[in-house]
């Protein structure tokens, strides 16, 4: 049988802090065990305090982090390509672009033109709302 981990104050901001870690180079794809000694934890503790803490495991936070920062190149620059997003989140080599794509479509259900598109078209639908009220 398993043994339950239990996790102190301390270990939770150590989790925290490789939460930040992760946040702070949305690019790079740190492994369990490198995370884990960068912020002086046992792998175990990281992975299920990262599960108690935000619902998920480390890559998971990873995938979740990315997404939202995807979304918010999208909505913010009106000139930015796929690929520079995709390489900004990460995804590398001939393929950035397309992988970028599937993982976000994979996310959302739209691929992230028609994301966009239809983000942009709520807002225009709630500020219409909003003048008329």
Do not use: C
């Not at 802090?17 to 065990?33: F, Q």
């Not at 992975?47 to 190149?73: D, V």
């Not at 993982?103 to 639908?125: C, D, V, Y």
């Amino acid at each position: 049988m398993k043994e339950a981990i239990t996790l102190s104050e301390e270990d939770f901001a150590k989790i925290r802090n490789a939460a930040s870690i992760i946040e702070s180079n949305l690019k790079y794809h740190y492994r369990i065990e490198d995370l884990a000694e960068k912020v002086w934890i046992n792998k175990n503790k990281l992975k299920t305090g990262f599960k108690q803490e935000f619902g998920t495991g480390p890559y998971g936070y990873l995938m979740n982090k990315r997404m939202e920062r995807s979304k918010e190149l999208l909505l913010d620059s009106k000139n930015e390509s796929l690929t520079s997003i995709a390489l900004a989140m990460g995804f590398t080599g001939h393929y950035a672009e397309t992988n970028f794509i599937k993982f976000f479509k994979k996310s959302t259900g739209h691929a992230p033109i028609e994301w966009k598109r239809l983000q942009l078209k709520l807002q225009n639908e709630h500020n219409k709302k909003r003048v008329s009220a």
